[in-house]
């Protein structure tokens, strides 16, 4: 199976580590020309760019900030002239035990909804207002989290309410402006070898993580990118608004 996606501009956030960079290359190996969004990592997602080529640029927003979305969509509208699909990819997973302060501990879930439930939910907002302005197809794939469905530890209570929001997020899109040729999917991985992974591991250990599969080693970042790429490229559009699991088994629904 070929997938070309020359032509098509595709913003997906935090691609400058993890599972984005792993989305963004993919994406690029097939023709598209990324927006590599980034907040502290300038270095890696300029070196990204230039490894990806075709035209790829690289845009800062910390998206825990008020407005960091709404100008990363502009801004990338502003260079690229439009934007045909947005991965939301960037994400962040804070420990925060029961036990904390009251104050501590909404201030964690404060952030954790920030960057991963409402910069997800304008950048849906205004990918769809572009959408529709155009009167152009798109495409919207959020990546949410295994916690979706089967919850998380006590300790990530606001991680799994935010990605759960995030899935909501889409099922309410592709339903709302299919006719309007809006697509929209998520992607559920479960334990991914990445940054984020390791606080969870240095915390519970590697051996819970891989205990937990089917299968008999850790996702890595470029086992969810193919998915990703084929859902980018409209051959799953009559699944939209579905949830696809990407979690080595270890949760089956
Ligand atoms: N790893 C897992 O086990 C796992 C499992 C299920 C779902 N996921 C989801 O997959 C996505 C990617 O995770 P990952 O494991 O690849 O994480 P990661 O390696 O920690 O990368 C996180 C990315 O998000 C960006 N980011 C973090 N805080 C940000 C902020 N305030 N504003 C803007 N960008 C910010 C980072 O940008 P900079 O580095 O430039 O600051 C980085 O590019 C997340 O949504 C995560 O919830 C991960």
Known sequence: MYINLSGLNILVTGASKGIGKAIATKLAE???????????????????????????????ADLSTKDGAIKLFEQVVGRFGS??????????????????????????????????????????????????ERKAAGRIINITSRAVHRGDTAEYIAYGASKAGMSSLVKT??????????????????????????TFITEYGENYAVN?????????PKD?????TFLASG??????????DLNAGSYVR
């Not at 990324?34 to 640029?57: F, M, P, Q, T």
């Not at 709302?176 to 990445?194: D, Q």
């Open 83 to 132: 934007v045909e699909i947005l991965v939301n990819n960037a994400g962040i997973a804070v420990s925060s035990p029961i036990e904390s302060s009251d104050d501590d501990w909404l201030s964690i879930w404060n952030e954790t909804v920030n960057v991963n439930l409402t910069a997800s939910a304008l950048l849906c907002k205004k990918a769809v207002n572009h959408f529709l």
């Open 224 to 228: 969810i990118a193919p998915l990703v």
């Open 173 to 198: 899109i592709a339903r709302a402006y299919g006719k309007n040729g809006i697509k929209a999917f998520n992607v559920a991985p479960g334990f991914v070898r990445t940054d984020m992974a390791k």
């Open 30 to 60: 097939a023709g598209a020309t990324i927006a590599i969004h980034y907040n502290k990592n300038v270095r890696e997602a300029e070196n990204l760019a230039h490894i990806l080529g075709n035209e790829s640029s690289v845009f800062q």
């Open 235 to 244: 051959m799953a559009d009559h699944s939209t608004g579905a949830t696809f």
């Open 212 to 220: 937990d599969l089917a299968l008999d080693r850790l996702t890595e």
